[in-house]
T-cell receptor
């Protein structure tokens, strides 16, 4: 069964450094998402992406964050200058459709654990 | 935020059916109910979704009441590997296409 893959599984970075988290969505999916989960807290939406542009973003997704689909298979999340509070699990997801009145589910990867020192 | 209410925790004996309830009394006519689970900080795993009819797949069954104000996820023969946090999510069409995850139900399957 096709799945969303994320690399690395664990990233340790010094505060203030840039970090790039990588995701390979399911191959025929067109809509891509990033979520995060701080330890012990809820899964929170960050951003959705379609047709090479952001379609929706949350308040968390500020100017320090950016997303990119650099080629036909990868989808990346960049944090420009990491802060201690960016420490979390980051999950990538993809779906056949991002329309809210579409019923297609999102399929999640197993996440990247980001630890900021 | 998510417009669903779930019990915070439940236990189920191994081999028995696990019935996880969800209340979504303000659901709109074109909103689907989705169920996901998360095993020990892995990524959320899609289980099943439905609009108004009952649904069944290889993982579970979804029973939606006629008024659509509540639903039940049924794991017919729970195993230890079904121990997880289960999320009931209503897709909010007017707030974009993201899923809002609540705190879910922590299901413990007991040997």
């Amino acid at each position: 069964e096709p799945e969303v893959t994320q690399t690395p599984s664990h990233q340790v970075t010094q505060m203030g450094q840039e970090v790039i988290l990588r995701c390979v969505p399911i191959s025929n999916h067109l809509y891509f998402y990033w979520y995060r989960q701080i330890l012990g807290q809820k899964v929170e939406f960050l951003v959705s992406f379609y047709n090479n542009e952001i379609s929706e973003k949350s308040e968390i997704f500020d100017d320090q964050f950016s997303v990119e689909r650099p080629d036909g298979s990868n989808f990346t999340l960049k944090i420009r200058s990491t802060k201690l509070e960016d420490s979390a699990m980051y999950f990538c997801a993809s779906s056949d459709s991002g329309r809210a009145d579409s019923n297609q589910p999102q399929h999640f990867g197993d996440g990247t654990r980001l630890s900021i020192l | 935020d998510a417009k669903t209410t779930q019990p915070p925790s439940m236990d189920c004996a191994e081999g028995r059916a696990a019935n996880l309830p969800c209340n979504h009394s303000t659901i709109s006519g074109n909103e689907y109910v989705y169920w996901y689970r998360q095993i020990h900080s892995q990524g959320p795993q899609y289980i099943i979704h439905g609009l108004k009819n009952n649904e069944t797949n290889e993982m579970a069954s979804l029973i939606i009441t006629e008024d659509r104000k509540s639903s039940t996820l049924i794991l017919p023969h729970a195993t230890l590997r079904d121990t997880a946090v289960y999320y009931c999510i209503v897709r909010a069409w007017n707030t974009g296409n993201q899923f809002y995850f609540g705190t879910g139900t922590s299901l413990t399957v007991i040997p």
